[in-house]
Structures are given as structure tokens and as C-alpha cells.
């Protein structure tokens, strides 16, 4: 990458005025990189007291957005400082997301404590007109040195890629959702997503892996094209939607992450990389039923059998290449039969 300076110019804005630009989208808070919104309402409160009591908070990062050649009208986006920002609009247009324990809300303040939040001052660092490459970079250095993002977001802003791509659509059909083993705090950290792309990762591996080792290999491997997008998709929601209609019992063990992360791979393996037909759902939901038992009875007697170790593995080592392994070989001769 050509050198060139991108440490920006910093300058003071009011609340006031970011405000107004948030309130006419000439301000874009979260473009396709940046972190979705992880605060909840106590970490909200607390920044908002930080304003409330005039104490500074650290700068947030622009860079030049698209301009709309119609309506004569630039944008900027946000590179550092989402959450912020966004805490901020939703203080002043009383959004009913945020819940408030501790401050008033903002139409409750008197007008001098109006004045005083609307004309605080914000050191923005408006780094200029960028190239995706350096947006990138520079979201990467700073988050990777302040904020520790997790694995997933870093590779969400570092790569918009078929890969990565086909797992979003993956999640869009809100099919992973309505299985319910992700808590809504994972998901805001996109626990969902990298769920899904360790998940096809497996699958075109053939095989299982240790944590989310060889995720980024191949979302940079098919960044650029990936022929087997259409045909991982439509098996994907073809199996979701069928380990949806099984109707297990709300309780089951196999919605437990660790299982259905199993479940979802080793249907899969039989579906995608052996182009073989769904089974009845009402067999292998009898199966499914009678192993969860044979592991919990297993588990209750204290029998070291492979059942047990299965069990284990549920709640221990659970993104282990060995527990995967165990738990994947388990149930693949339950269910061979079927397929």
C-alpha cells in the first residue's frame, strides 16, 4: 500500500452539531466494517453521565463518506466510535432502547443542562478521503490495539468477501436464530456469524478443527470468488429448516451450541458432501431422543463409556478439535443408517 499520511486533522464538534448530521444521515454510523452495537444500557448510562458531568471522553475517528451528486450533499462514516455516537442520538431523540436508571432523560434535564450536553465538545479525528484498504487498516490498528474486538469482527471488517458473505445470508434466514442457542449478547458480537462460518469452514474441510483456527484461511481463500456458495447455502437453510421442524423438547441437549454445532455438521457432511437426502423427521428425532438419554443415563451413573465422554464434551472442551470429534463420530454412527 502506498504510504500517505492518515493520522487526519482533529478538530472540536458539538454534540449539537453531530447530532444534527447523525439526524440527516450525513453522518454513517455503522458502515459494512465496523462493529455491531455491543453496549447495553449500564455501559449507555455511564458514558452519558461522563457527558453530563463535562468530563472528556477519547476521540471518535470520521472518514470521508460517498457525496450524492443530486442532492449536493457529502457524507461521513464512522470509523471509531459508534456506540457512542449512537448513545448520543438515541439520549436526544428519547429512544425507547434506552433504558435509564440513574440520569434523567434528556427532556427531563432543565434548559441549562440542555445547553451544556448539546455544546459539549468532541474531538473528532477526521482522517479524509481513504481507500477501503486503509479504512480497513486503520479500523484493524485500533481496535486491535484498544477495544479487543473478537476474532469475527475484525475478519467482518477485513474481508467482505463471497465467503463471508454467503454466512450473512446464511443468517438473514433468521433460520440459526430460531433455534435459540445463541444469547442475544453473542449475536450483538456476532457470535452468530462466526458460528455459521466455522460451521461451512468444517464442512468444506471435510473434517473438524480446533477453535476457529482455519477460518480465516478460507474466508481470504474464497474472498474473491467462491463456486460452492449456492449449493452450501441452499443446504444450509435445507438443514436448519429441517433440525428446526424436528420439534425436540425445549430442553433437549441438542440445543445446546456444542450439540447443535454437531447436529448441523454431521447432517450436513451427508447432505453437502455426499449429496445425500434428508431422512425422515420423525426417525431421527426418535434417535436423537434415545442417545440424549443413554448420555444423561450414562452421566447419572458415573459409566465411563463413550456416552459419558460425549456428555463431557458438551460442557468442556467443547470447540476442541478432539471434543468436535468425539462427539461427531458419536453421532454419525447413530444416524449412518439413515442416510
Not at 434523567?104 to 482522517?127: A, H, P
Not at 463456486?227 to 435445507?238: E, L, M, Y
Not at 443415563?297 to 465422554?309: P, R, V
Not at 470447540?319 to 454412527?333: D, F, Q, T, Y
Amino acid at each position: 500500500m502506498q504510504q500517505s499520511n492518515t493520522t487526519g486533522i482533529a478538530t472540536n464538534k458539538k454534540i449539537v452539531e453531530l447530532y444534527q448530521d447523525m439526524n440527516e444521515n450525513k453522518l454513517i454510523l455503522q458502515p459494512s466494517f465496523q462493529r455491531k452495537l455491543v453496549w447495553n444500557n449500564k455501559h449507555k448510562e455511564n458514558f452519558l453521565q461522563t457527558i453530563l458531568g463535562q468530563y472528556p471522553f477519547p476521540e471518535v475517528y470520521f472518514a470521508d463518506g460517498n457525496i450524492d451528486t443530486e442532492n449536493i450533499q457529502s457524507t461521513k462514516q464512522v470509523i471509531d466510535g459508534q456506540q457512542r455516537l449512537s448513545t448520543i442520538y438515541q439520549y436526544i431523540s428519547d429512544n425507547d432502547d434506552l433504558v435509564l436508571k440513574n440520569i434523567k432523560k434528556f427532556k427531563n434535564l432543565s434548559q441549562i443542562e440542555k445547553e451544556l450536553f448539546l455544546n459539549y465538545t468532541v474531538v473528532v479525528r477526521d482522517l479524509g478521503k481513504l481507500s477501503d484498504i486503509q479504512i480497513k487498516e486503520i479500523f484493524s490498528r485500533i481496535n486491535s490495539v484498544n477495544y479487543a474486538l473478537n476474532a469475527m469482527e475484525i475478519n467482518n471488517a477485513l474481508y467482505e468477501g463471497e465467503f463471508i458473505t454467503t454466512g450473512k445470508e446464511i443468517i438473514k434466514t433468521k433460520l440459526l436464530e430460531k433455534l435459540d442457542v445463541l444469547s442475544d449478547s453473542e449475536i450483538s458480537r456476532m457470535k452468530d456469524l462466526e458460528f455459521i462460518i466455522i460451521l461451512m469452514t468444517t464442512i468444506e474441510i471435510g473434517g473438524y478443527f480446533n477453535s476457529n483456527r482455519e477460518i480465516e484461511s478460507y474466508i481470504k481463500k474464497f474472498e474473491d470468488e467462491y463456486p460452492n456458495k449456492d449449493k452450501i447455502k441452499k443446504c444450509f437453510i435445507s438443514v436448519l429448516t429441517f433440525i428446526n421442524n424436528l420439534n425436540l423438547p425445549i430442553d433437549s441437549l441438542w440445543y445446546r451450541k456444542s450439540s447443535i454445532f454437531t447436529l448441523i455438521s454431521e447432517i450436513m457432511f451427508q447432505i453437502y458432501r455426499h449429496d445425500k437426502c434428508l431422512p425422515d423427521t420423525n426417525i431421527i428425532c426418535d434417535i436423537l431422543i434415545t442417545l440424549e438419554k443413554k448420555i444423561l443415563q450414562s452421566k447419572s451413573n458415573g459409566t465411563m463409556d463413550k456416552y459419558y465422554e460425549f456428555y463431557n464434551y458438551i460442557y468442556q472442551g467443547t470447540s476442541s478439535r478432539k471434543g468436535r470429534n468425539v462427539r461427531g463420530e458419536i453421532l454419525r454412527e447413530e444416524i449412518k443408517q439413515l442416510f
